[in-house]
């Protein structure tokens, strides 16, 4: 294959499961109220996946739905990605149980590990391996079932996150610039401000450790509010200017859906009112899938259309952070 330049999302799909957890529904279970929550979030409910759903089987729906508005053939795929930090197992991949549902039996197959920035950072990863011609058409997953790694008797991050699952798949052509380059950044001394420190081999499954309730999410939620902020503005900054282009040229910035504050903020450092989509009210923070869905929902809505340049930036646990521009060239 011949190395090309131009490479563009042609479908997007996404999937929710069907049971929806209020605000009300946690403040029975544990001490918190929808003011709480909606005033220092903008949260109202999420989703919650069905015990015998896995996160493969909430990717395999996005995977679906991607496809289908491809209009391409499972068969086509010929690089597969699911950004996870809930997969199915440790081992295989949830990349290769989306693959044997789905029947993309031409892919090579693998998850992507960079918490709430998975999706940006698989974007990236199967942009620039279609470019250099390494693969021709990939499909992109962020999937999670956040609902089995939160402590549901910690009442400041069990609030916080939703199930989901979004989907793009991508290819080299396109009208425009497609996908654009990319503003990317980590900072491993931050690791311990969010992570899931049990199960691992660092702190393996054991009595004790489960007793602790290490197996769970911890999140110091101030500290990583304040960082996030200061990256996703940054970043929003490095992509724009690596990319010759300016704040007002674009039409809808796309952020992960963390925290309406957190999104408020970045609109006041970039000065980009009324172009931000955010749908977190319904969904909460589903983690890699939440930038996925969100992107999905814009394009299905009409926020995006043909031709829009459309920011992306995302914010995850590592710390883990990116931004990118894109020339929304599906119609
Ligand atoms: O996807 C990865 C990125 N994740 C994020 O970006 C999340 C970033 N952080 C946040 O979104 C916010 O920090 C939170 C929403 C997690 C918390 O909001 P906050 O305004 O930073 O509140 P806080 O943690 O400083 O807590 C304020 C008070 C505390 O009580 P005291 O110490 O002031 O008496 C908490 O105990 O609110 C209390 N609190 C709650 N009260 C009712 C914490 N959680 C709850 C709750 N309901 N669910």
Redesign the pocket.
Known sequence: MEPTRTVSIIGTGSYVPEKVLTNQD?AKI????DE??HS??GMRERHIAAADQATSDLGTEAAKAALADAGIDAEEIDLLFVATLSPDMFFPSTACFVQDKIGAKNAFCYDLGA??SGFLYSLETAKNQIACGAAKTALVIGAEKMSTFIDWED???????GDGAGAAVIQAGGEGRGIMQAAMGSDGSLANL?WTPGGGSRNPISHEMIDQRQHYLK?Q?????KH?VVRMAEAVNQALEKNNLRADEIKCFIP?Q??I??IDAIVKRLGIAGRVYTNVEKYA?T?SA?LAIAMDEAAKDGTIQQGDLVALTV???GFTWGANVLEWSKS
């Open positions: 946690l544990v001490d918190t109220s709480w929550i220092r979030t918490a709430c009442r400041s991050t069990c609030i916080l996150f969010l999140m939620g101030r500290e990583v509010f996030a992960h963390a925290n504050r957190i923070n983690s939440a914010f995850g646990g």
